[in-house]
């Protein structure tokens, strides 16, 4: 049955009056998205796509179940989900279909106009704008973008309170989600040229606009998250020896450094991912110079390539600012595990690049669609049209997640807003639940954000650094991923002498998060370090709440390797070459677990901070940034190197010994 306007706006006039129909506001914009502007009123006759996003089961449990798996007191430790079930557990609950397909029938939108999504998160209809407007107490309008692009929205909504619950979100309303073009030239080299631009000063803060497309230029070759470089060197004459290791780290210092032996094996239940993200690309030549000096085992041999959203290991804009991290992360990840393979995930293509998100709908079709799907105006859209750009369609799905990713790159928690980092962490936590240890590099500027930039107290903008409020990073700050920070072995100490936090050209990224609260299973150690250690800044400063998440977790080596970037080799420090040692020693015990037939260690931080015995405890160092000297490390876990380095021996110890 079809009903005229007239019709359904008496129907909805009269459930508005029930209480048990009152409309509340379910979403409002509170400013406009940089560019845009409110251009003409929709016509009621005109017909819009209506998608209802339906509101996810059990995420307010996912924190609960993901500990029952992964604390090593639990009796379901290790028994890790698969994806289906994962899918089952958090999928809307059937109350949520019938109360919303419910009030749309009563609103005399007809069964038959309503579909669901494959995932069973949406239900989509077609409108008229008057139908819309009714349902949702609001106006349509067209907004124009600088750029000539249209977008139907709205500037809020409202939905009936009993349905509130169940709903998520609804499209099109004060969602952005047309992809935008911008002018482009005929050359993919011109675009990435374009892509260098000035970082932005835009935060989130206070709910401050914040800049479009920061999310998707992560891989950028000015990107403040890359290694830095030190000076090139030659190893003419030059011996692995562990002498050397204070001025010159090679995999066999860390091998040292952390106890853990060379070749252990390659179970073919085994796996570890390197994520890059394009235009940054190692060159197999680089490999290969590395390979010869340190692994020649591996000369001739490259990672097995997961290309996603058209990623592709270009070589033709090379240096240091588009080789230097893939380099570093694939010479020391190959090394490391060897014979176990390295699973690289190339992700995004030379034009727009990609997001975290981008990499996060590969190796998951369903997250491609959870609340929402991905923020268009954040992440990289595809198939592009863009010219250049790759025309296939997006990677939802289709990739295995390895055992073990790590990933060298990141955004200050300030870029982005709370609402993207939290998708993003449940993802996080839903990859945990499957056994899937997830870990990403602290940052290199200390209590500062990327390029060292920090917060001003007044307007709320990135700074140059020399003063304002600490910057901490993301998604190190969610509690389901475990962030790596940085050491190094003191000027002129033994490679068997404790180490330091890393003062060395960088600094350990480390702080306290503005977004996520303080997992239960870091309580004890941060409250610890607050009665024992209190830092002598206030809440002008940082987060100094004591109820939001620490970071760095853990720590390891990250100054003074010896990397082959562009034929030659050089010195490198950063957190980037943390995160991929700590995951290859995670990779290692997980061999030695499969050999027993146990799984993989998946989510670790749980079983670290109720043993931090099994890490080697750094106490020494600071992580100056923001015109102060930043936090110092200290005994047990502080906010420069967490809980510390790993200790082999003692942590396949404790993981060997759990079910």
Not at 158 to 169: A, T
Not at 433 to 442: A, D, F, H, K, N
């Amino acid at each position: 049955m079809r009903f005229s306007s007239f019709t359904l706006l008496a129907l909805l006039g009269s459930a508005v009056a029930s209480p048990t129909s009152t409309h509340v506001i379910h979403e409002k914009r509170s400013f406009m998205p940089f560019g845009w502007w409110r251009h003409h009123k929709l016509q009621g006759h005109e017909r819009i796509p209506v998608r209802i996003g339906l509101t996810q089961s059990n995420l307010d449990k996912g924190d609960g179940f993901l500990m029952e798996l992964s604390h090593p007191e639990s009796e379901k430790y290790g028994q890790h989900w698969s994806a289906k079930q994962v899918a089952e557990t958090f999928a809307p609950s059937q109350e949520s279909v019938d109360i919303v397909t419910d009030w749309l029938t009563s609103a005399g939108i007809s069964p038959e106009r309503l579909t669901r999504s494959q995932s069973l998160g949406w239900i989509n209809f077609d409108a008229s704008v008057d139908e819309a407007e009714s349902l949702l107490k609001t106006k349509f309008h067209v907004y124009m973008h600088k750029t000539g692009q249209p977008h139907i929205g709205c500037d809020g909504y409202s939905v009936p309170g009993h349905v509130r619950p169940h709903v998520d979100f609804i499209t099109p309303t004060v969602h952005f989600d047309q992809r935008v073009d911008l002018p482009r030239g005929g050359k993919v080299a011109e675009d990435m040229k374009k892509r260098q631009e000035a970082e932005t000063t835009s935060t989130a803060a206070v709910g401050s606009p914040v800049e479009t497309k920061i999310a998707e230029k992560v891989g950028s070759p000015i990107s403040g998250s890359l290694p830095k470089p030190g000076p090139n060197i030659d190893i003419f004459g030059f011996f692995d020896s562990l002498s050397t290791c204070n001025t010159r780290i090679t995999p066999n210092c860390l091998r040292a450094l952390y106890r853990f032996p060379p070749n252990f094996g390659a179970n073919p239940k085994n796996s570890y991912g390197i994520v890059e993200y394009t235009p940054q690309a190692y060159l197999q030549g680089d490999l290969d110079l590395f390979f010869a000096n340190f692994t020649p085992q591996l000369v001739g041999k490259s990672p097995i390539l997961n290309s996603i959203d058209g990623g592709v290991v270009q070589t033709f804009a090379t240096g240091f600012r588009y080789n230097g991290e893939s380099d570093l992360d694939l010479e020391y990840a190959m090394s490391l595990v060897y014979p176990q393979e390295v699973t690289l995930y190339q992700v995004g293509d030379l034009v727009q690049g990609a997001s975290f998100n981008n990499f996060l709908d590969a190796i998951d079709g369903s997250y491609c669609t959870f609340e929402g799907g991905d923020d268009p105006t954040q992440d990289a859209i595809y198939p592009s049209n863009f010219t250049g750009g790759f025309q296939g369609p997006q990677n939802c799905g289709g990739f295995a997640a390895t055992n073990v990713i790590s990933t060298s790159y990141g955004y200050n928690e300030a870029d982005l807003t709370p609402a993207y980092e939290l998708r993003q962490c449940r993802e996080y936590m839903k990859l945990g639940l499957q056994g899937v240890t997830v870990l990403y590099s602290s940052g290199d500027y200390g209590v500062g954000g990327n390029s060292g930039r920090c917060i001003d107290p007044v307007t709320k903008l990135y700074n140059n650094g020399t003063s304002g409020i600490f910057n901490p990073s993301f998604p190190g700050g969610c509690p389901y991923v475990t962030s790596v920070g940085a050491t190094q072995i003191q000027p002129g100490a033994s490679v068997t002498a404790p180490e330091k936090a890393c003062e060395t050209v960088i600094y350990s990224g480390g702080g306290f998060s503005n977004v996520f609260p303080l997992p239960d299973y870091q309580a004890d150690a941060v409250q610890t370090w607050f009665r024992d250690h209190p830092p002598p800044y206030g809440a002008d400063r940082f987060n100094n709440s004591q109820r939001t998440r620490g970071i760095p977790d853990v720590s390891a080596n990250g100054a003074n390797y010896v990397v082959a970037v562009d034929g030659k080799f050089s010195l490198i420090y950063g957190t980037s070459a943390s995160a991929p040692t700590f995951g290859a020693i995670i990779t290692i015990i997980n061999e030695v677990r499969l050999s027993f037939g146990k799984g993989p260690v998946g989510f670790v931080n749980p079983a670290l901070y109720h043993r931090p015995d099994v890490l080697n405890d750094i106490t020494l160092g600071g992580n100056q940034g923001c015109g102060t000297p930043g936090f110092q490390a200290a005994t047990g876990w502080d906010p420069v190197t967490g809980l510390g380095t790993p200790n082999f021996p003692r942590m396949v110890d404790l993981f060997l010994g759990l079910p």
